[in-house]
């Protein structure tokens, strides 16, 4: 879990201080809850949109491809 901690904090290039933060809340409630909690915690407007963001990106990989999917974007998995 830890690595998952740390490519998150990299990717939304959270500061020192929020990366401890983002890490305790994580192990405290595990990723699938610390989405759930992301509305209640104080974090800065931009640390928010960026972790906004993931959530979106993660929400969209978890109901798989839209309808809407041109060829362009390449092969749909089964």
């Given at each position: 879990m830890h690595e998952s901690i740390r490519l998150l904090c990299d990717l939304i290039e959270a500061p020192p201080q929020e990366q401890i933060i983002l890490q305790s809340l994580i192990e405290e409630y595990g990723f699938h809850n610390f989405?759930?909690?992301?509305?209640?915690?104080?974090?800065?407007?931009?640390l928010k949109n960026k972790?906004?963001?993931?959530?979106?990106?993660?929400?969209?990989?978890?109901?798989?491809?839209?309808?809407?999917?041109?060829?362009?974007d390449g092969p749909r998995l089964p």
């Open positions: 989405w759930d909690q992301l509305e209640e915690e104080e974090f800065s407007d931009d972790l906004q963001a993931v959530k979106k990106i993660l929400n969209a990989l978890e109901l798989g491809p839209s309808p809407e999917r041109s060829e362009s």
